[in-house]
């Protein structure tokens, strides 16, 4: 099969990669659609140690299940995903470190990440995932709409942490396809949310969304929103939004680039991302008492009941289509600031 791979330092599409077989309690899924993602063209840059297929956000149908005779009922019920298209949560959890038992799974001590660590990716003709984190996508939402869903989640995932509902005044500060769905999200529960963005194209988005918005550059930093989400996953971003934020107000960092594990005790990088490198002034922080909370992934299948719902607009927001054949040029055009989301048609 093919697949989009990183090895030695290198990217390339490796024509005649082994077909990938699925263990027990996994599924095999055949790919229809793959997003690229910031994460993904960080992997591909950097990479995390190994050999990995990259690729983590995708729809795909369910080609094969492999249910042990033994398997718990829960498992075995979900052998009935066969054949069926589905979005894939590209975490995959222990279920038994400290971190699940103690109901916090999202931080799995031993958590990889499809495409992204120790786990293969769905840059390739097909994908081995556990049947646990499939979840089915409705017939009446097209495969351009399911392929947002992780990301969409994430956006849900920022608007429980901070309430949004209970927030007179929240912005949200990028306009990366984080940003974007972050601010949709929130406006259902707070009228009051606005975005800050740095491209005009953007804004004529957000005016067809009913979200208030401004350009950057236009706001005044006034110090009076109780929350601001920052989705630029940079230095800048955290240094304007300590500029946004009120006193005792919050500040949710939510980098659309940040998905692999974090291990205890783990260095930090000796060249660290070039969005981070800068210094940041933390003293307002101080100052001003503002927590500063961190916001990664959320739940998949509330994702995709909002988008079967049409109670999320994703028209307009996938603006590359490419071929695995062309996964090569397609990650140069994810790279591209005037791009929202490339995908990869397998």
Wanted: hydrophobic share 45%; aromatic share 2%.
């Amino acid at each position: 099969m093919r697949a989009l791979r990183h090895d030695a330092g290198k990217t390339r599409l490796v024509a005649d990669f082994p077909d990938v077989v699925a263990g027990p309690g996994e599924a095999r899924v055949r790919v229809s659609l793959a997003g690229i993602g910031p994460a993904d063209i960080k992997a591909a840059r950097q990479g995390h140690g190994a050999s990995l297929t990259l690729g983590h956000e995708f729809v795909g149908v369910v080609d094969l299940v492999n249910v042990p005779a033994d398997a718990a009922p829960a498992l075995r019920e979900r052998a009935a995903l066969k054949g069926r298209r589905v979005v894939v949560s590209p975490s995959i959890l222990c279920g038994h470190c400290e971190m699940c038992r103690a109901g916090l799974s999202a931080h799995c001590r031993n958590r990889r990440v499809i495409g992204l660590y120790g786990r293969e990716g769905c840059f390739a003709d097909y994908v081995v995932v556990p049947l646990g984190n499939l979840v089915a996508v409705p017939d009446r939402v097209e495969d351009e709409r399911a392929v947002l869903a992780v990301t969409l989640g994430a956006a849900l995932h920022t608007a429980q942490m901070i309430r949004a509902e209970s927030k007179s005044f929240v912005t949200v500060l990028g306009d990366t396809l984080l940003a974007l769905l972050t601010s949709q999200a929130l406006t259902r529960v707070n009228a009051s949310v606005r975005l800050l963005g740095a491209r005009r194209d953007r804004m004529t988005l957000c005016e067809r969304w009913g979200v208030k918005h401004r350009l950057i550059e236009e706001a005044g930093r006034r110090q009076d929103q109780d929350a601001v989400i920052d989705c630029t996953g940079s230095a800048a971003g955290l240094r304007m939004a300590v500029q946004h934020v009120r006193p005792r107000g919050r500040i949710v960092l939510a980098s659309p680039g940040a998905s692999a594990p974090f291990a205890p005790g783990q260095p930090l990088a000796d060249e660290p991302d070039a969005a981070w490198s800068a210094p940041v002034d933390l003293t307002p922080v101080i100052t001003n008492e503002v927590q500063v909370l961190g916001c990664r992934d959320g739940l998949l299948p509330e994702a995709v009941g909002l988008l079967e719902r049409q109670e999320i607009d994703t028209a307009g927001l996938v603006t590359g289509r490419y071929a695995l054949d062309e996964a090569m040029a397609a990650m140069e055009a994810a790279g591209d600031e005037r791009q929202i989301k490339v995908v990869l048609k397998i």
